[in-house]
DNA sequence: CGATATTTGTGATATGTATCACATAGCCAC
DNA sequence: GTGGCTATGTGATACATATCACAAATATCG
């Protein structure tokens, strides 16, 4: 950990640039970056926490394994805020974030964190703001787990890594076979599958965890359809 | 519609509370109060909207008909604000809002809304506290979907309505069975089925929408397990 | 009150996906 | 390299649930 001036580091932050001067400074007293390799844990679940933490760079699972099962329940790209909920309302974390890639984090405490909203309207709203963003991609996803069928949710999977996170059709999968199922709420042998049946039918091309989007139209078609 | 003194008629509101008393002032005079029947449209999806609605008084279902198909999405029982997301984004809701029970919505001028979100901090803090709330509840709910088997999200249902939003162990279901199975995502047959099953192991009495809960433990267990 | 529409229950069948079992491939440690 | 570990692919089977078809019950409305 290391004490940064908040003042060039956060500034990617729509919420932070409301921040007026002095709040900055009183940040970059309260506030600890973290750098984080893939697949290590940032917080987990039911542990207790008084931080806020700032994606600053970087991609992050949400997940939780409260049935024995690990789910995963949502990415997150750079930049963003974590665990509000959880440390808003009671300080225990409601689920563990674990990197996806490497990634860089600033813990914030969350009384300063409090102490912005209440002084800032400006950072206040920006922050209502996501969360209301993050409302509605949730809504997105319960919608996509209730009335899609298996394919639909793997072809939404390959769609949201080509246009959310990597912005091309071809990529690196950060993710196992495994932890694509328990993120779409299907079995690993089904993602295979699919996987190869999109493969099979020049949808995709797929040689391990390098998948490239031949016929992006189709994909869409079969998102849509579920 | 009739104008109102929100003074006495938001009070109840966590969020209303923190505004001073000439914010209040301002708020009846942007706000419009108007009482719905069970069934009622409160906003449609895609509709433009410039209004935050409160919701004081009542039972409200959040859904979409996005695929042709309607899927409910959320309850929200009083006092809660509805449309925060579409509307403070792009101002188009991203859903529709329909009375479930006899309700009584204030409808909030947006600029107002925002007005307050910026000018006083801890009304904006008692929303972002609701949001983040909510997000918690988005996740529990896409967990079910994805993991819990069809008996498991009916018995999550009655005990949600039984805990939530009746605190009784016996009411009048305020769905149809088709209902039941478009927020659960799973079809009217299957409901049909659970619930028969249900009542002849006597976990619950049903006849019609009337259902009592007989044995709310083992409901508890059916619904962990999946 | 009767006629019609809507909701509900239930059996038979079709379908999609989980699960199981096992083979193969890739990867790391020694 | 060899041995053990994990990730992946693939077939056979089991199972849960959707779908279809129809009957019965209930609500709605003139």
């Known amino acids: ?9 956060i500034l990617q932050s729509d919420a932070a640039i409301k921040l007026i001067k002095n709040q900055l400074n009183e940040l970059t007293d309260h506030c600890s970056r973290v750098e984080f390799k893939p697949g290590e844990i940032i917080f ?19 997940h939780t394994d409260n049935f024995s099962k690990d789910r995963i329940l949502r990415l997150t790209k750079a ?24 990634t860089l984090a600033c813990f914030i405490d969350i009384h300063v964190f409090k102490k912005f909203i209440l002084e800032n309207g400006d950072f206040a709203y920006q922050i209502i703001l996501a969360l209301s963003q993050n409302e509605i991609k949730s809504f997105q996803v319960s919608l996509n787990l209730a ?13 949201y890594f080509a246009r959310e996170i990597y912005n091309s059709q071809a990529f690196m999968l950060p993710f196992s076979r495994q932890e694509l199922g328990d993120w779409m709420g299907i079995s690993r042998e089904s993602v295979s599958r699919i996987l190869g049946e999109f493969h099979s039918a020049h949808i995709i091309y797929q040689n391990g965890k390098e998948i490239t ?6 994909l869409e078609q079969i998102s849509q359809k579920g």
Chains 1, 2 share one sequence.
Do not use: H
Request: charged share 20%; proline share 4%; net charge positive.
């Open 213 to 218: 989007i031949l016929n992006e139209e189709l």
């Open 79 to 102: 930049p963003s805020y974590l665990c509000l909920p959880g440390v808003l309302g009671d300080s225990i974390n409601r689920f563990s974030a674990t990197t996806i890639e490497p």
């Open 147 to 159: 009335q899609k069928q298996a394919n639909g949710r793997v072809a939404d999977a390959l769609l």
């Open 44 to 62: 987990k679940e039911n542990a207790i926490s008084t931080n806020v933490v700032y994606i600053q760079r970087g991609l992050v699972k949400i």
């Open 1 to 9: 950990m290391q004490k940064t001036l908040c003042q060039s580091c």
